[in-house]
């Protein structure tokens, strides 16, 4: 008998040395001790002359340097100058923004979050020059704004929009109706936040003496609340949040003169009922432009106000048979007669120059591929320059096409995924590169691609992550039930062994227009699932019908049906996994996040058949529980097309839940509300389905903090090598 126990101890022991030759991941490595953490290149921005750039060091001095030599030229700020001029206090900023002429920087510290992308601070002004640092604004308000001219700087406090006046060194109001979960002025409410990306809700005009600005009534808005726990009586917190069908705020633009103190409303029609996603100065002090997009989202115009009286004309209108995406691909030449738009019109999406009076000039960009986005204009050379997905849609390259629509070619090389940032001349650009399985390299490049030199290499990340041996990731297609290729990567277990069958965990997203599978390097998630792989699980994630880059039909297939062919692709995937040698067809679990939560609950129970576990972080449940502009644009309105609301939301098929179920909620999610994962506990409870469950106080969608973020990957980690 003790022989025996010897022999397979030996036996797992040689077993384990051999599996376990490689250095083991652990989830503190990943969210605690920072091990795999890539650098960057901290403060990077060209200047106006195109000549140089800057960049912070270490120490947090920002340095200049020479494009063409590299050399270092110049320290533009010192950390100890910073901190000289805060009374030899530490000087911590989070972000900062120069001036229009570069002999000023905006500083804003002691950053406090209010919603994703929204913020308040406190600013500080600092000038290069002299050396001195002014705190304009004493309090925290959000969105500290020079004008082009240097003279004020525009914030917004308790709803209200005000400015400094520097010559006058002063306050001036320019809003006084402000009053929170009724009107915002200079800001943007919830949903347009959330959905639309803007959260700024101001501009200055190119001669600074005008500034633009929203105003939200959102007094009708139902309102939603959530428990903030930590106190004898928990907080209430409350914010106008629309859901599907639900009433929206009344959205109007106005202008505010600080030469007259007059204030114009623009006149953006009678239809209150519409979206206003983004307003922005053309080339002219005079003139704003205004974007107006139905309430169907299957309408856009583009308007033109005079700043002074508000008279507006439409020179742009686009329908679509589906929706229309709001993109920042709106750019205004500097001949002041002209402009770029991007449309889905042809099929994909691709860039049209239009005059100013409404006429297409051209259609820049042409083919059987999306363009992703716009990285600038050279109007000296008549040059555009944009990624693509033309050589695959899961990768992006750096492109460049003549104004006159011809010449295109693709400019990077390097097989994976390229961002780029052009200098003011389009002499250069930084092109950060990396692949999923390449960390990020940054280097400096001429207009034709041509190495300068290396910015970040992240070369000692590289040391560090050869004894891991990690499993290479690998990208191929798949074809679904209607006979669509579908892109695809999958990380295969540890030591890899053909004749053996291992579990399979497919991740997945699938919103619209989104992706997974996209060959860049992607840090956290990416170790975590190297980790599972090391412990024997096949890691596969696929981009199915919806999801983007892939033309408009792919993406807009899902019309009115939302989460409908998103799973059935999955689930006709997970059948085909189950048919290779190599794997557990009793094996295959399934998980996501938010919307990829949604879809691990649609697939344990609608794929009850072939999944086995499934794991749903931060989940719809319901698309009446979600807010209306992102929802609408998908599905219209519940009281318009109900029944697929109804038959595509997993908390009406609970009953078909056979396999592990978990789902994880923080308690304070203002996107996603806790409710989601409330009523579908609720709907199981009753229907006598069995699940597991977490939930994280006060955390919002993103479920964040190290401490947590560890707890959370445990929690996941531990149900999948249990349940699956």
Known sequence: MKKSVFALSLLFLLFSQNVLGQKEITLEDIWTKGTF???????????????????????????????????????????????????GEAFDFGSFDWSEDETKLVFATESESIYRHSSKSVFYVYDINSKTLAKPVSDKVRYGILSPDNSKLAFVRNNDLYYYDFMADGEIRVTKDGKENAIINGATDWVYEEEFAIWVGFSWSPNSDKLAFYRFDETKVPEYEMAIYGSLYPKQEKFKYPKAGEVNSVVNIFVFDTKSELISEMQTGTETDMYLPRMKWTQSNEILSIQRLNRLQNKLELLLADAKTGSTKVIYTETNSYYIDITDNLKFLMDGKSFLISSEKDGFNHIYLYGLNGKLQKQLTKGNFDVDDIYGIDETNKKLYFSSSEVNAAERYLCVVGLNGKGKKQISEGKGWHSISFNSNFSYYMDAFSSMNTPPVYTLRDASGKEVRILEDNQALKETLKPYQLSEVKFTTLKNEVGDNMNMYTILPANYDSTKKYPVLMYVYGGPGSQTVMNRW???????FQ??????YMIVSIDGRGTGLKGEQFKKCTYLNLGKYEIADQIYAAKLLAQRTDVDSSRIGIWGWSFGGYMAGLGISKGNEVFKSALSVAPVTNWRYYDNIYTERFMRTPQENGANYDDNSPINHVEKIKGNYLLIHGTADDNVHFQNTVEMVDKMINKGVKFDSEFYPNKNHGIGGAKTRLHLYNRMTNFILEKL
């Not at 912070?56 to 100890?80: C, M, P």
């Not at 980790?531 to 024997?536: C, E, P, V, Y």
């Open 531 to 536: 980790m599972l792989a090391q412990k024997g």
């Open 37 to 87: 953490s890539s650098k960057g290149v901290a403060g990077f921005s060209s200047l106006k002359d195109g000549r140089f750039f800057c960049r912070l060091d270490a120490q947090r001095n920002l340095l200049k340097f020479e494009y063409a030599s590299g050399r270092l030229v110049d320290t533009i700020v010192r950390y100890q100058d910073l901190k000289a001029a805060n009374k």
């Open 522 to 528: 992607t840090g956290a998630n990416y170790f975590w």
